[in-house]
């Protein structure tokens, strides 16, 4: 079962706006991770944030951890028509030789130019 | 060169036969992933292995199986291909020392 679920399913902005996706989850985490995926491609890796971390930054990604209400938030600031893509987090769990990532069902980001 | 290969990139096959999807990496990492994503339902793992030795079934493993023949390379295989098997399939491969996947390009699967 989907650990993580994404709102919205699907966002549209103009250029040089910015783009909030947010996630939920339902048990307790060892870390949160983002992803992106263009069309048809293989995910590639944006951002990780731990369980005892609050807000993260990474050039123009920014995310947030609220474990208290297991929600997390990824902020793209000045988007740009190149951000078009569905973003999709990620939870693991609380570690031990059952590692493994829970992806959510993804925010499907368009910019427009 | 990608760190993580797929082979095939596309396969179109009938329902009934047997399919095997090929994963290599140079990454060196001990840990690989078998994923399928379908439209509006994400990734979900079909089987993962943390080495050559050690095999897991995911949330999905029912019609699939797997082979870890070396470190760099793990396979996945579907015995009988029946077309709810039709999606796109993704390997993935984690290092010990790190949480980050890394993704292979896909193999998109359709089954007539």
């Known amino acids: 079962s989907q650990q993580g679920e994404e709102d919205p399913q699907a966002l549209s902005i103009q250029e040089g706006e910015n783009a909030t996706m947010n996630c939920s989850y339902k048990?307790?985490?060892?870390?949160l991770q983002w992803y992106r995926q263009n069309s048809g491609r293989g995910l590639v890796h944006l951002i990780l944030?731990?369980?005892?971390?609050r807000e993260k930054h990474s050039g123009r990604l920014r995310v947030t951890l609220d474990t208290s209400k297991k929600s997390s938030s990824l902020l793209i600031t000045a988007s740009r028509a190149a951000d078009t893509a569905s973003y999709f987090c990620a939870t693991a769990n609380s570690g031990g030789s059952n590692y493994k990532l829970t992806f959510g069902k993804g925010t499907l980001l368009t910019v427009n130019p | 060169d990608a760190d993580v290969t797929q082979t095939p990139r596309n396969r179109i096959t009938k329902t009934g036969k047997r399919i095997m999807l090929e994963c290599s990496q140079t990454?060196?990492?001990?840990?690989m992933y078998w994923y399928r994503q379908d439209p509006g339902l994400g990734l979900r793992l079909i089987y993962y292995s943390f080495d050559v030795k050690d095999i897991n079934k995911g949330e999905i493993s029912d019609g699939y199986s797997v082979s870890r023949q070396a470190q760099a390379k793990f396979s996945l295989s579907l015995e009988s291909a029946i077309p709810n098997q039709t999606a796109l399939y993704f390997c993935?491969?984690?290092?010990?020392?790190?949480?980050?996947?890394?993704f292979g390009p896909g193999t998109r699967l359709t089954v007539l």
């Open positions: 944030i731990r369980s005892n971390e």
């Open positions: 993935a491969t984690r290092g010990q020392l790190t949480d980050t996947q890394y």
């Open positions: 048990t307790s985490i060892n870390n």
């Open positions: 990454k060196g990492h001990d840990r």
